[in-house]
C-alpha cells in the first residue's frame, strides 16, 4: 500500500510516501520539507495566520517533488494521511483540506493522524528501530508528556507538563535573552560557551513524587535573573543559557529515571524537537546505559516536525488494523487532541 501523508498542524509543511510491507516497519519512499522558520523569526513566533497561508502555497509543490522523487503517480497513492491534530486550527484545516480534496480526485481513502502519535513513532524511521513495548519521553513545543507504549496505538500516559511545555521553557528563556526563534537550538547553541552551574535556577516538581512536569516558574526565574544581571546580561548570556538547559535537562532526565524505575522498561525513546538537544542525549544516554536501558532518537531531521513521520504512523496503523477507512471527504480537524483518547 502507497500512503501519502501531509503534516501542516504548525510552523513546517511537511509531504511524505511510505509504502507498507507486511508486518514490517514501512519503508520511507520519499519526503519534502518547508519550513517557515525565516518568515516568523520577524515576529519572534508563529502567527498562525501567516502560518496557514503559507502552508497553501507549499504543500502542493511539496507534494510534487515527492511523487517525482519517489518516481510513482499520484494515481498510484492508495491512503492520503493527513495530521488532524493537535495544532493551530488554520495551519491544520490547510493540510486537511488538501488531502480531501487530493483523495476525493484520486478516488482514495483519506486518514486523520495524530500528530504526537507521528513523533512516537518517528523513531521506527531509523536504521535502529526501537521494539514493543517502550516508555516514551515527548519533548516538543507544544508538549512534555511521559508515555508507556505497549504497541502501536497502545498509549499511556504517565504524566506530563501542567503548564509550559519543555520547547516552550527554552523559547521563552531565549527570548528573554533576545535570542532568535525559535530559541531552542539558539540557546542550546549559545550553551556551550557557558557555564550550567553558574546560576541556580529551580528545578520544579523534581521532587513532586509523581511525573508531572511544571516549566512556567523556570521562565520567570530567568527573567528575574536577567534583570538582576542589567547591563551585565551581555556578557554572562552564556552562562545564563548554559544554567537554563541545565535545570530543563536535569528534570526530564529525573523524571524519565522515575518513569523507567517505576515501570521496568529497559528500551526508551525521545521524540519531538527538544529530543534533538546535545545535552538531554548525552545525560540521557549515559544514565540509561548506567541501568541497561536502550535509547532510540528519530533521525535529526525527524526530530522536529515532518512529513514522513505522518505517512509512517498512518503505515502503521494500517498494517496493526487499527484504522477502518471510510469512503466520503468530510472532515474536521482537532487542534486540542490527548494522544491518550485514541486507540
Ligand atoms: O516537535 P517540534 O518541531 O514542534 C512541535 O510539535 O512543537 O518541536 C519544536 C520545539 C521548539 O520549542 C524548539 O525550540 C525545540 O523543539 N528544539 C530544541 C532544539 N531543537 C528544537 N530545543 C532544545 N535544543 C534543541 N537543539
Ligand atoms: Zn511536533
Redesign the pocket.
Known amino acids: 500500500m502507497l500512503v501519502l501523508g501531509i503534516e501542516s498542524?504548525?510552523d513546517?509543511t511537511g509531504v511524505a510516501l511510505v509504502q507498507t510491507r507486511g508486518q514490517g516497519v514501512p519503508v520511507l519512499l520519499a519526503d519534502a520539507l518547508y519550513s517557515q522558520i525565516d518568515m516568523h523569526q520577524a515576529y519572534g513566533g508563529v502567527v498562525p495566520e501567516l502560518a496557514s497561508r503559507d502552508h497553501i502555497r507549499r504543500v502542493l509543490p511539496l507534494t510534487q517533488q515527492v511523487m517525482h522523487r519517489a518516481q510513482r503517480l499520484l494515481a498510484e497513492v492508495d491512503v492520503v494521511a493527513y495530521t488532524r491534530g493537535p495544532g493551530l486550527a488554520g495551519a491544520l484545516l490547510v493540510g486537511a483540506g488538501v488531502a480531501c480534496a487530493l483523495a476525493a480526485a484520486l478516488g482514495k481513502p483519506v486518514m486523520g493522524v495524530h500528530?504526537l502519535e507521528g513523533?512516537l513513532l518517528s523513531p521506527f524511521l531509523s536504521a535502529d528501530p526501537p521494539e514493543f513495548p517502550f516508555l516514551a519521553l515527548l519533548v516538543?513545543?507544544?508538549?512534555t508528556q511521559l508515555m508507556q507504549v505497549d504497541r502501536v496505538g497502545s498509549y499511556t500516559l504517565l504524566g506530563e507538563t501542567i503548564d509550559d511545555?519543555a520547547?516552550?521553557a527554552?523559547?521563552k528563556s531565549a527570548k528573554l535573552m533576545g535570542l532568535p526563534y525559535?530559541?531552542?537550538?539558539h540557546?542550546?547553541r549559545l550553551a556551550l560557551a557557558g557555564d550550567g552551574a553558574a546560576f541556580k535556577l529551580p528545578r520544579p516538581l523534581l521532587h513532586s513524587g509523581n511525573l508531572d512536569f511544571s516549566f512556567a516558574g523556570l521562565k520567570t526565574a530567568v527573567l528575574t535573573q536577567a534583570k538582576k544581571l542589567g547591563p551585565e546580561l551581555e556578557s554572562r548570556k552564556a552562562d545564563l543559557a548554559a544554567s537554563t538547559q541545565a535545570a530543563i535537562v536535569d528534570v526530564l532526565v529525573k523524571k524519565t529515571l522515575s518513569a523507567l524505575a517505576q515501570t521496568g522498561l529497559k528500551r526508551m525513546v525521545v521524540a519531538?524537537?527538544?529530543g534533538?538537544?546535545?545535552l538531554?542525549r548525552s545525560q540521557l544516554n549515559s544514565a540509561c546505559q548506567q541501568r541497561g536501558v536502550r535509547v532510540h532518537y528519530p533521525e535529526l531531521e525527524f526530530?522536529?516536525?515532518n512529513g514522513a513521520m505522518i505517512a509512517l504512523a498512518a503505515g502503521m496503523r494500517l498494517q496493526a488494523g487499527l484504522e477502518t477507512l471510510q469512503p466520503g471527504y468530510t472532515f474536521d480537524v482537532k487542534p486540542r487532541w490527548s494522544l491518550a483518547a485514541i486507540g
Open positions: 498542524s504548525c513546517e500528530h513523533h516538543s513545543g507544544g508538549h511545555a520547547g516552550e527554552f523559547d525559535p530559541g531552542g537550538p540557546l542550546s519531538g524537537g527538544v534533538a538537544n546535545a538531554l526530530c522536529t516536525d
